[in-house]
């Protein structure tokens, strides 16, 4: 009986030792056939500081909101093209009131050392060409009882949105240092220093009436550490100062 179970034994051992040397071949059949290349390491772009939108509405705590509520939601299409990538953002704003869209991250980004020489670059595409809009940064509200401030500059400011895709880059520093929030209950803008120190995302908003309608595509959104240096006038915008 011992040699029986002796015998069965080493047949399943035997049986075990073939089978791994059976996929250890099937596994490194083709070893010989190629050179497997090594993986080639991520490499983060050093000059970002930000990636607010690229190719999706931003994921792991991201998030976007329109205003009012009756306001198309943004999102993600190939119909206009894109710059980066495959898909674009398809923003379009309610004309006759005051709207908009905006994008955040998750958490938010300290910007303070990148204010003189940073920038916020993006591409944009109007329906219509010539649309009148706001760019807008806001903070995380942390330092103004959770009403997000907001800096902001007219696009005209830095040329026309056109038909064709365009690129624009924002000296961060042209934002300057003030902030703004709408206090609903009192009818009236706050001003506060904006947390530069806590930046959570990119607006864009439109006043009403300044145009017929509004539809525009925006793509690769991101925070630059360095950007091309100013060319507009000295000391704007005026209220640069809390």
């Known amino acids: 009986m011992r040699k029986i179970c002796f015998s069965v034994a080493f ?37 970002v500081a930000s990636i607010v939108m690229r190719e999706g509405i931003p994921r792991g705590g991201g998030y976007t909101y329109q205003y ?97 895709w365009k690129h624009f880059s924002i000296p961060l520093k042209t934002f300057g240092l003030t902030g703004l929030y709408w206090d609903a209950k009192n009818t009236r803008d706050v001003m506060l220093p904006f947390a530069w120190s806590n930046f959570k995302g990119f607006r864009l908003e439109v006043r009403k009436d300044e145009n017929q309608s509004f539809k525009v595509w925006i793509d690769d959104v991101v925070i630059r550490k360095t950007g091309p240096e100013y060319q507009g006038p000295a000391n704007y915008p005026y209220r640069n100062e809390f």
């Open 11 to 47: 047949i399943v051992l035997a049986f075990a030792v073939m089978a791994s040397a059976s996929f250890s071949e099937y596994r490194d059949r083709d070893a010989q056939r190629f050179t497997p290349k090594e993986p080639k390491p991520f490499q983060q772009n050093k000059d």
């Open 68 to 164: 009012p509520r009756e306001n198309p939601e943004p999102f993600m299409t190939d119909v206009a093209g894109a710059m980066e990538g495959d898909l674009a953002m398809q923003i379009e704003l309610i004309a006759s009131d005051y709207s908009g869209v905006a994008i955040c991250i998750a958490g938010s980004v300290d910007l303070t050392p990148y204010f003189e020489e940073g920038s916020l670059e993006f591409w944009i595409k109007g329906a219509e060409g010539g649309e009148n809009a706001l760019f807008v940064l806001v903070d995380d509200g942390v330092k103004s009882n959770g009403e997000s401030l907001q800096v902001k500059l007219r696009s005209k400011s830095f040329g026309e949105i056109t038909k064709e």
